[in-house]
């Protein structure tokens, strides 16, 4: 995707094997998944789903724990046919991509791996068994371990039956070392927040809120759910995203806009994730990246303009680029040519050598003094500071400040 910030789009189940367990027949190797059984479908599916620009993919490991197989006898296999389908959905990802269009070829595509609410199945076979809270929590921490070893990039919890249970696979999930997500199942706004708070605690980085069966194009001021999914982002900073139930979602509209507006970061399709389904949703997603990445580069316009008319003022020679500490990144897009550029963070301001650099752009809150310091006599920098109070230099000259919404724009020129 294109940032960390960008909403995703999630593709589930593309058959009803989800909740449908193998049945004795007459045909061979009858008692398989779907993905041992014909694995050639299953990456046809999921490639199919890459290709319509799903950003995660759900492995078919539904019917891989030790829970589904006992029924068939085959609950050692539980490891082996949960890394067969994570398998299956890597190699799916390589031909997908293969097949985007040229919009879509630099994104990456992410394998999610679904965590059930095993206790909805109840443990059975013969012998001794062990008392049903105890075999759940047994099930459930093993699964998500073997979903972890199986290589998934995260695991995506469920709808459970309380916000019991599922906070208790949230936190299997997540104590797997793997990025957990969970779903919230469709529930009055009043619930929301119970649910949201449990599941946040327990270590889920994302909460997927099942959709009502509501229709996306429709829109309505005090719609419950939209009401507590705008609530839970805007005052409960959670990062929150929308689960779509239906088969076939109708062509997204002021509904899906709004979501989208308020924050969601995530969409998906639990069953029924066809290309015909995904594909409105993926241009709905990246008509509101166009309106944001529009937005962005107005409100960045200013400081566009500071950075090139300092260029005006600087000499030729080394330039520096300050990013934020921690990002190691600059912005080539926004480096004026004609200087020999180089890039650090602002939390090694200190080590730079001092009068070394003929222009200087801060593009994160840095010490004018220190940025004095590292200047030649009578280079530039520019900055964009959040705090209005500036220090006194006594080798530089503040030689321009500008407001800029919530940024102070200083213009500095070292003098000896």
């Not at 696979?169 to 969970?182: C, F, L, N, R, V």
């Not at 929301?192 to 889920?204: I, N, P």
């Amino acid at each position: 995707m294109p940032d960390e910030s960008a909403p995703r789009l999630l593709a589930g189940a593309p058959w009803r094997d989800r909740l449908r367990p193998p049945r004795r027949s007459d045909a061979p190797r009858w008692f398989e998944p779907i993905h041992v059984r014909e694995p050639a479908r299953v990456r046809k599916a999921l490639a199919d789903q890459i290709e319509a620009g799903a950003d995660l993919i759900t492995a078919p490991t539904w019917l891989t724990h030790r829970r589904a197989l006992m029924d068939i006898g085959e609950s050692r296999r539980a490891a082996e046919w949960t890394q067969a389908a994570v398998r299956l959905a890597r190699e799916s990802i390589e031909e997908g991509l293969g097949r985007r269009s040229e919009a879509l070829r630099g994104s990456a595509v992410l394998v999610v791996g679904p965590l059930p609410d095993l206790d909805a199945r109840p443990e059975t076979g013969g012998g001794r068994l062990a008392e049903r809270g105890a075999a759940a929590d047994r099930d459930r921490d093993a699964q998500a371990g073997i979903l972890a070893d199986a290589g998934v990039d995260l695991i995506l919890v469920e709808a459970h039956s309380s916000v019991e249970a599922a906070g208790l696979a949230t936190a299997a999930a997540a104590g797997s070392g793997i990025e957990a997500w969970a779903t919230l199942p469709a529930a009055g706004a009043g619930e929301m927040d119970a649910w949201s708070e449990a599941l946040t605690a327990a270590g889920a980085s994302t909460i997927l809120l099942e959709a009502p069966d509501v229709e996306t194009a429709k829109v309505s001021a005090t719609d419950p759910f939209d009401a507590a999914l705008e609530r839970s982002i805007s005052r409960d900073a959670r990062s929150m995203g929308v689960l779509l139930q239906r088969d076939r979602p109708g062509a997204p509209g002021e509904r899906l806009r709004r979501w989208l507006e308020g924050g969601a970061v995530a969409f998906g399709i639990a069953e029924g994730a066809l290309p015909d389904a995904l594909k409105p949703l993926r241009e709905a997603i990246d008509a509101e990246l166009d309106t944001r990445r529009g937005a962005r580069q107005a409100s960045e316009e200013p400081w566009r303009t500071w950075i090139a008319e300092g260029a005006e003022r600087a000499p030729a020679g080394a330039a520096l680029w300050l990013a934020p500490s921690g990002s190691g990144a600059g912005s080539p897009d926004q480096m004026p040519g004609g200087f020999a550029w180089s890039q650090a963070t602002v939390d090694e301001l200190g080590r730079l050598p001092s009068g070394a650099y003929r222009f200087v752009v801060a593009a994160a809150d840095a010490d004018l003094r220190d940025l004095a310091r590292i200047l030649d006599e009578g280079a530039i920098a520019v900055a964009r500071l959040s705090d209005s109070e500036l220090p006194r230099l006594d080798d530089a000259q503040i030689i321009d400040v500008r407001r800029d919404g919530p940024w102070t724009m200083v213009a500095l020129r070292r003098v000896r």
